[in-house]
């Protein structure tokens, strides 16, 4: 095919050339990929099967989602750019305040209901969402992101050493102590005199530490997979330093195999090939405010998508207008909206890929089509899904640090370029919008006193801070009409 008649992004490359690419892209975005569904699953105190089937349903979506991107389905769909779309990370804070909020399959019913409500919201509002832009200048972009990295480092963390609470919290009852209680309670229901009642609701403090938290063992398998991906990073080249997070999970799930912390009983009794259904959970549950959260984190993923596309359209010198835009951004609802049906979570373009597009120079959107036929071939094999699920966490915990360690890496990038010299008003935005996103970090209980309704709202530091940032830049600043400011951190934006 000459290239001469064909726009860069347009040419369909040989066949072995696409297949080898399009798995270059899953492979760079697959780390990312599978951590939100572990992440939500977990919250969500869901089965390890029903854990792995999120994780099929992800990746069978996300391809879904990058097919209709890439390659456009009809006038409204599709923005026929060379992206690859995956869950984003904004989404994680609310969906694991719901998932808290309420665990099990009640929790995912109400979590789908709010993401296929936000989907719906989206795809109507896309049009205005691609005239926001201003709004949303490198200053609020970069300090939400720096956010949205810095909350899920928390999960990183517990993924090493543990979670604060449940069977991995620092601290146990002591046995002597329960067996005391008991003995009381015993006691005082068979009348036995000097004996009172135990009051209602008594409950013994944990005093002593739990061997299962931090234990050194896993802090050993998760310094392996710091120092693999470390390794991998500095000497390796091209391909393979762009998928050291992969690299480094895979000698993670290799050492816990070895030393008897990971076992693959789940992947054998796992089908080879399995269809993704819908409405896994059963009938989705709609509230308002939980809808309304969701739509905040969409508004704020499609601002940022606004910008990945406009960043694209310059590196591969295509024009990108406000039809265009707005068909993009339609994907991103209409990616969400296939997600909450199909039991997975809010899509949007990934900027690792958008960023690996720079570094490889092809421009070729059907390498992403073929991306996101891989991914859905991915998600129809179980046993895929499985394998991942079987991973300990004290693995995912080593990559889970340099994971979203990038993405405040990456808001700190953008927040670079910001001007604090001559606005100091700059510096109070940032300052004022990340002291109200560590809020729900540092108190988590801080809402109790709040009316219920509004705590899947408030319990996200990651809106708080984009609520704060947009609103302190408005005061502060204004909304100017130039959008180039934005197109240079959206380029910076290389993971999140």
Same mark, same amino acid.
């Not at 999120?54 to 006038?75: E, K, P, R, V, Y």
């Not at 694209?312 to 049906?341: N, S, V």
């Given at each position: 095919?000459?290239?001469?008649?064909?726009?860069?992004?347009?040419?369909?490359?040989?066949?072995?050339?696409?297949?080898?690419?399009?798995?270059?892209?899953?492979?760079?975005?697959?780390?990312?990929?599978?951590?939100?569904?572990?992440?939500?699953?977990?919250?969500?105190?869901?089965?390890?099967?029903?854990?792995?089937?999120?994780?099929?349903?992800?990746?069978?979506?996300?391809?879904?989602?990058?097919?209709?991107?890439?390659?456009?389905?009809?006038?409204?769909?599709?923005?026929?750019?060379?992206?690859?779309?995956?869950?984003? =990370?904004?989404? /994680?804070?609310?969906? *694991? @305040?719901? !998932?808290? $909020?309420? %665990?099990?399959?009640?929790? +995912?019913?109400?979590?789908?209901?709010?993401?296929?409500?936000?989907?719906?919201?989206?795809?109507?509002?896309?049009?205005?969402?691609?005239?926001?832009?201003?709004?949303?200048?490198?200053?609020?972009?970069?300090?939400?992101?720096?956010?949205?990295?810095?909350?899920?480092?928390?999960?990183?963390?517990?993924?090493?050493?543990?979670?604060?609470?449940?069977?991995?919290?620092?601290?146990?009852?002591?046995?002597?102590?329960?067996?005391?209680?008991?003995?009381?309670?015993?006691?005082?229901?068979?009348?036995?005199?000097? =004996?009172?009642? /135990?009051?209602?609701? *008594? @409950?013994? !403090?944990? $005093?002593? %530490?739990?061997?299962?938290? +931090?234990?050194?063992?896993?802090?050993?398998?998760?310094?392996?997979?710091?120092?693999?991906?470390?390794?991998?990073?500095?000497?390796?080249?091209?391909?393979?330093?762009?998928?050291?997070?992969?690299?480094?999970?895979?000698?993670?799930?290799?050492?816990?195999?070895?030393?008897?912390?990971?076992?693959?009983?789940?992947?054998?009794?796992?089908?080879?090939?399995?269809?993704?259904?819908?409405?896994?959970?059963?009938?989705?549950?709609?509230?308002?405010?939980?809808?309304?959260?969701?739509?905040?984190?969409?508004?704020?993923?499609?601002?940022?998508?606004?910008?990945?596309?406009? !960043?694209?359209?310059?590196?591969?010198?295509?024009?990108?207008?406000?039809?265009?835009?707005?068909?993009?951004?339609?994907?991103?609802?209409?990616?969400?909206?296939?997600?909450?049906?199909?039991?997975?979570?809010?899509?949007?373009?990934?900027?690792?890929?958008?960023?690996?597009?720079?570094?490889?120079?092809?421009?070729?959107?059907?390498?992403?089509?073929?991306?996101?036929?891989?991914?859905?071939?991915?998600?129809?094999?179980?046993?895929?899904?499985?394998?991942?699920?079987?991973?300990?966490?004290?693995?995912?915990?080593?990559?889970?640090?340099?994971?979203?360690?990038?993405?405040?890496?990456?808001?700190?990038?953008?927040?670079?370029?910001?001007?604090?010299?001559?606005?100091?008003?700059?510096?109070?935005?940032?300052?004022?919008?990340?002291?109200?996103?560590?809020?729900?970090?540092?108190?988590?209980?801080?809402?109790?006193?709040?009316?219920?309704?509004?705590?899947?709202?408030?319990?996200?530091?990651?809106?708080?801070?984009?609520?704060?940032?947009?609103?302190?830049?408005?005061?502060?600043?204004?909304?100017?009409?130039?959008?180039?400011?934005?197109?240079?951190?959206?380029?910076?934006?290389?993971?999140?």
């Amino acid at each position: 095919m000459s290239t001469s008649t064909v726009h860069p992004v347009d040419e369909v490359l040989p066949t072995g050339k696409l297949a080898a690419l399009g798995l270059q892209h899953v492979l760079v975005m697959y780390a990312g990929a599978i951590a939100v569904p572990l992440i939500v699953g977990r919250a969500l105190k869901l089965s390890p099967d029903e854990v792995a089937l999120l994780i099929s349903a992800d990746l069978f979506c996300c391809g879904l989602a990058t097919l209709i991107q890439s390659f456009g389905a009809t006038q409204w769909f599709g923005i026929k750019l060379p992206v690859v779309m995956g869950v984003t =990370f904004a989404s /994680v804070g609310p969906m *694991v @305040a719901i !998932a808290n $909020s309420a %665990p099990g399959t009640d929790g +995912a019913r109400m979590l789908f209901g709010a993401i296929i409500g936000a989907g719906i919201i989206s795809i109507l509002i896309a049009p205005l969402v691609s005239r926001m832009l201003r709004f949303f200048p490198p200053v609020v972009t970069g300090t939400i992101i720096a956010v949205i990295g810095i909350d899920l480092m928390r999960v990183g963390i517990n993924w090493i050493f543990g979670n604060p609470v449940g069977p991995t919290a620092p601290l146990v009852v002591s046995p002597e102590h329960s067996e005391w209680l008991s003995h009381v309670r015993s006691a005082a229901a068979a009348g036995a005199e000097g =004996f009172p009642p /135990v009051p209602q609701g *008594v @409950a013994l !403090a944990p $005093s002593m %530490p739990n061997p299962r938290y +931090a234990s050194l063992s896993g802090i050993g398998i998760s310094a392996i997979v710091l120092a693999s991906i470390l390794l991998v990073a500095k000497f390796g080249k091209g391909f393979l330093a762009n998928i050291s997070v992969l690299l480094g999970i895979i000698v993670g799930g290799v050492v816990a195999t070895m030393t008897g912390a990971m076992n693959f009983d789940k992947v054998a009794k796992a089908h080879w090939f399995d269809v993704v259904l819908p409405f896994h959970f059963g009938v989705p549950i709609f509230d308002p405010v939980m809808v309304l959260t969701m739509v905040l984190v969409m508004i704020v993923v499609m601002i940022e998508s606004t910008g990945m596309f406009l !960043a694209l359209g310059e590196m591969t010198d295509t024009k990108i207008d406000q039809p265009a835009l707005a068909r993009g951004l339609r994907t991103d609802g209409l990616g969400t909206l296939i997600g909450g049906i199909f039991n997975t979570f809010p899509y949007t373009s990934f900027s690792q890929n958008v960023g690996l597009v720079a570094v490889t120079g092809v421009k070729s959107r059907f390498v992403c089509v073929a991306a996101g036929i891989i991914l859905i071939v991915l998600g129809l094999l179980p046993k895929m899904a499985a394998l991942v699920e079987s991973l300990p966490t004290v693995v995912l915990g080593g990559a889970g640090l340099v994971m979203f360690g990038m993405v405040a890496a990456t808001g700190i990038r953008i927040l670079g370029g910001v001007d604090f010299m001559n606005n100091r008003h700059n510096a109070l935005i940032v300052a004022i919008s990340i002291g109200f996103g560590m809020i729900p970090l540092i108190a988590p209980r801080y809402s109790q006193w709040l009316p219920h309704a509004i705590h899947p709202l408030i319990e996200s530091g990651i809106l708080l801070a984009s609520i704060m940032a947009v609103l302190l830049n408005l005061y502060f600043n204004g909304a100017k009409g130039d959008t180039s400011a934005a197109i240079r951190a959206a380029k910076q934006a290389e993971a999140h």
